[in-house]
């Protein structure tokens, strides 16, 4: 007994000391605010605000990935969005669509559910929405696509980065706020639980793609 405690608390230790190695500088673990109403909504339905999740040290995201960058219009705050541009990259954004380069985003699938409800910031008032999963730079991740916007043509920065909210619908993006520092941005990486806790295992322990 004495020596099942003994290889219970080395492994424990092993284990501690590698996730503050990893803490200190591979990953960041960080809670998303739940007081800013359209950063909240703008995130859904890959995330959510009171998620906690971990994010990637590294500055060098690649695109497709969804990225936590610092808020150009809000020092010490963070915006979350997906890369869908860096230099060089010409994107032709008309409603919920996009091209990159002249080329069309695939949406294999729909959603599980396809219907989602968010409250809008603007009205107060419930919305429901379409949603559908969608396949880009080989990541495929669910976005809100039903939106009506006007045309825009992009080309993107040398050292910029390109973001569109995974909610087209209500987004906080490159459309509100320019494009953004390469170096501002870390891609997030892991959902360790949702902001309704550890009851519902959909909302934890899961990858973000």
């Not at 359209?38 to 339905?45: D, T, Y």
Request: proline fraction near 6%; include cysteine.
């Amino acid at each position: 007994m004495r020596t099942l405690f003994k290889v219970l608390a080395w492994t424990l230790g092993i284990a501690v000391v590698i996730g503050g190695i990893l803490y200190a500088t591979v990953l960041d673990m960080w809670t998303i605010p739940t007081d800013d109403a359209q950063l909240a909504v703008s995130i859904e339905p890959s995330i959510s605000a009171g998620d906690t999740i971990l994010v990637s040290r590294s500055t060098s995201p690649d695109v497709g990935t969804l990225v936590r960058c610092n808020d150009p219009d809000a020092p010490g705050r963070f915006v979350i969005a997906r890369i869908v541009g860096k230099f060089d990259d010409v994107l032709d954004i008309s409603g919920d669509t996009y091209t990159v380069n002249g080329h069309n985003i695939s949406t294999p699938s729909g959603c599980d559910p396809s219907k989602v409800t968010l409250r809008s910031p603007v009205s107060g008032q419930d919305v429901e929405l379409s949603c559908s999963m969608e396949e880009f730079a080989g990541i495929t991740h669910p976005a809100i696509r039903q939106a009506n916007e006007p045309p825009k043509h992009v080309e993107v920065e040398g050292g910029r980065l390109y973001l569109l909210s995974d909610n087209r619908n209500m987004h906080l993006d490159s459309r509100d706020y320019g494009q953004v520092p390469i170096g501002s941005c870390q891609r997030v990486v892991f959902r360790l639980w949702g902001s309704d806790g550890y009851g519902d295992t959909k909302r934890r322990f899961s990858f973000i793609w």
